[in-house]
């Protein structure tokens, strides 16, 4: 036990003494608390729409505008800020120069007398100039040049079309077009009050933190994999396991290395948590989706996350015992890799149906519950049992690679040469007095 | 302290590299484990320090099953081995408390041997920016680091220059006359010879020959002689006894300046003598023949050679 506390203290002090890691963790830190302070500092308000000093909302409203107080299409349709120019070839007069002036203030109308006119000033022009070929009152062609990812020109003038379509069809039978937009048009005073879980809000820190384990584990893991193959690159091996145990050395890295990628990214994690709380009001409270992160799921994330991330490095581990040189690393623990990140795509795919039959097995795989119970407990509904069984069934799996793995690699750090394959080396572990 | 290893044999695999490893070494009288490269030397090592665990065969200390724990042991590896980014003194401390040693002491006493290596200006220096050789020295600094018991050296001179290793000889002398157990593997036999009272040669995983060097070279070179001549040169002397005196000598090998004869009879160095004197050989030299370690190691694992 002494000689892995050596060895934990040696490794632990090898990762977070170097200039890399008190780089990266001061420097994340202090620009998450920075950026997050801002608001308390300088009026942000014109940057961030939703930024109002001075007052706390239970959240901000994504996608919330207010109606143009004005009558016509821009009393129900919402208005586009789009500054370019629109081309309008509109023959029959079916929408009409104004309509669309109201609902696209800050761009320029131009009418043109053919489609192939409009055509001709969409190619050419450029990026900031789009058009309408109007051919009915339920039928137009949109032109654009590149079509921007966020473009919603195309569907602003749709909903114009469409409320100016209405329009004629109440007036066609008789009825008052602005009485019945205003019926429809009636919004709804509600408000949810979420006793359980709220997948919509919980959606954006679960995604975070699964993102987050991720990296630790293909950045970390692979440390130390490269970490035990240097040890046997530079032969500094041949003293280290005839000074102690080849327990206490894996074991000693494996949880030193956990110790160090969880302290670095509590203390990122942590300076952004800190830094919001103290700026929450500042913010009108409009990070609370991402930074109001609940302690359960905090919990949660930390005991799957760090139980996750020893299962791997284990694995890693043994990897790196099996090669001699350390770009072989990379080559060995492919599979391995490949192996985790299948288990992210899985759960981020199925993070919207994380009560799922899927994602229910995945969360009592050991390979796969890091991710895949911490997401259900963030997002889904869980019971009691099932947690307390995946994570009884990640320990013992735990328990098996450690075992079996300081076998290997105790069988493996003297082994030089081409990598062992991994096949080999469980038979050699089974052999006895290895 | 007694040291016993015996019958040890080792499989990896279906493969046995070690047949019945057996030998002794008392503290105070270094043992010089010898052998070609792959002849089993490590695997032995590793077997005696419980990395590898023998298939069969036991190693005992004064009677009783060795446990390396229970030892301070300071091995100095064949293939070189420290961390090249990290500070020497630094790795020196962590290797000490791994052994056993409290991190206040382990300082002093790798200053201490810093010092007495003539590389204490270096204890705050990366170790790759030290020269091959400094390097070898603060690998036996870290060897001896933790005052040892028991000392295992593998070609502790390699990438040594003169003055240095003249150094290190004070230091293993100086070890085994403060009474560790020293256990010296090596190819360069001046050194083995220099230093180790008893001697082990394994090749390909068996002891050919184990035992007190010098009566291994007494025996070795029993009913056995050297002759050179004023008027001959050995190739022609060569010729010229095996014409004349068959009957008494054999000749056994052509040296540069001398020839190593092997006598028929008990006697024969006595009646060889008394027929030189009547034959047109003008004897230079004449005496026994004690064979060097280099001679016997050839003769023993040599077989491929």
């Known amino acids: 036990m002494r000689q892995f506390g050596i060895v934990w203290k040696h490794e632990f002090l090898g990762y977070v003494k ?24 300088i009026d942000l308000s014109g940057l961030i729409p939703g930024l109002k000093r001075g007052e706390v909302s239970e959240g901000y409203q994504a996608g919330e505008e207010a109606l143009a107080p004005l009558s016509g299409p821009a009393a129900s349709v919402a208005v586009n800020g789009y500054e370019g120019t629109i081309c309008l070839w509109d ?5 009409g120069e104004e309509s669309v002036k109201q609902i696209f203030p800050a761009a320029q109308i131009r009418k043109v007398s053919s489609e192939e006119e409009l055509t001709d000033l969409v190619e050419d022009s450029g990026e900031s100039v789009c058009g309408f070929a109007v051919y009915s009152p339920t039928n137009y062609r949109y032109y654009v040049k590149n079509r921007s990812f966020s473009d919603s020109v195309g569907e602003s003038f749709d909903e114009l079309l469409g409320y100016l379509f209405r329009q004629s069809e109440f007036a066609r039978i008789h009825a008052d077009g602005s009485v019945v937009e205003a019926i429809y048009g009636t919004p709804m005073e509600s408000e949810t009050v979420v006793l359980g879980k709220d997948s919509v809000q919980n959606f954006l820190y679960t995604y975070l933190l699964i993102f987050v384990l991720y990296f630790m584990v293909l950045i970390y893991g692979a440390s130390v994999a490269v970490s035990i193959a240097q040890e046997k690159s530079n032969r500094a091996m041949e003293v280290l396991v005839t000074s102690t145990s080849s327990n206490s050395l894996i074991f000693g890295k494996v949880l030193a290395g956990t110790a160090a990628s969880f302290l670095q990214t509590g203390i990122i994690i942590g300076a952004a948590l800190a830094a919001y709380r103290f700026n929450r009001e500042a913010w009108n409270g409009m990070l609370d989706f991402v930074l109001q992160i609940p302690a359960p799921v905090l919990l949660t994330f930390a005991v799957f996350g760090v139980l996750g991330y020893i299962l791997y490095a284990f694995c890693y581990g043994v990897l790196g015992a099996l090669v001699s040189k350390t770009e072989d690393v990379s080559r060995t623990s492919g599979p ?50 099932e947690v307390a069984l995946s994570l009884a069934l990640l320990l013992g799996t735990i328990l098996v690679t450690a075992v079996g793995g300081a076998k290997i690699y105790r069988m493996g750090t003297l082994m030089y040469g081409n990598p062992i394959k991994l096949s080999r080396a469980l038979k050699m572990s089974r052999e006895k007095n290895q | 302290m007694k040291l016993e290893v015996r019958d040890i044999r080792k499989s990896f695999g279906d493969t046995e590299v070690l047949h019945g490893i057996s030998f002794e070494v008392e503290n105070g009288r270094a043992l010089g484990l010898l ?44 293939e070189r081995g420290l961390y090249p980014k990290k500070k020497v003194l630094e790795q020196m401390v962590y290797l000490a408390n791994l052994r056993g040693m409290g991190t206040r002491e ?14 204490g200006e270096y204890a705050d220096r990366k170790l790759e ?12 600094a870290q060897t001896l680091i933790c005052n040892p018991d028991i000392i295992i050296l593998d070609e502790p001179f390699s990438g040594l220059d003169p003055v240095n290793s003249q150094i290190l000889k004070d230091v293993v002398r100086e070890q085994i ?86 006598g028929a009879c008990s006697d024969a160095k006595k009646q060889l003598l008394a027929a030189l004197s009547q034959s047109d050989i003008d004897v230079a030299q004449v005496g026994n023949y004690e064979p060097s370690l280099n001679d016997i190691f050839v003769a023993k694992a040599g077989d491929e050679a």
């Open chain 1, 18 to 41: 170097t200039k890399s890691f008190i780089g990266i963790s001061l420097g994340f830190a202090l620009l998450f608390a920075v950026l997050l302070s801002l608001p308390s500092f």
């Open chain 1, 91 to 95: 023959a029959e007069e079916i929408v």
């Open chain 1, 336 to 385: 391995l890799q490949f192996l985790f990140i299948i288990s992210f795509l899985l759960t981020m795919f199925n993070l919207q149906n994380s009560d799922g039959v899927l994602m229910k097995v995945l969360s009592f795989i050991p390979f796969t519950s890091p991710n895949a119970m911490f997401a259900r407990v963030a997002m889904g509904s869980v019971a009691v049992w």
């Open chain 2, 35 to 78: 052998g070609r490269n792959g002849a089993g030397k490590t695997t032995t090592i590793r077997v005696l320090m419980d990395v590898f665990r023998p298939n069969a065969g036991e190693v005992l200390m004064d009677g009783k099953k060795f446990v390396p724990k229970d030892y301070k042991i300071g091995y100095l590896p064949e």
């Open chain 2, 106 to 119: 382990a300082r002093r006493s790798g200053k201490e041997w810093l010092e007495r290596l003539e590389i």
């Open chain 2, 129 to 140: 920016t030290l020269s091959k050789g400094n390097q070898q020295k603060v690998q036996l």
């Open chain 2, 177 to 262: 006359g403060l009474s560790r157990l020293v256990i010296f593997s090596s190819h360069q036999m001046g050194y083995v010879e220099e230093f180790c009272e008893e001697i082990a040669i394994i090749n390909h995983g068996e002891i050919v020959l184990n035992g007190n060097l010098k009566q291994i070279k007494h025996e070795a070179g029993q009913n056995r002689l050297t002759l050179s001549a004023v008027n001959y040169r050995p190739e022609a002397l060569a010729e010229r006894i095996t014409e004349k005196f068959a009957e008494l000598v054999k000749v056994v090998q052509v040296r540069k300046e001398y020839l190593i004869l092997e």
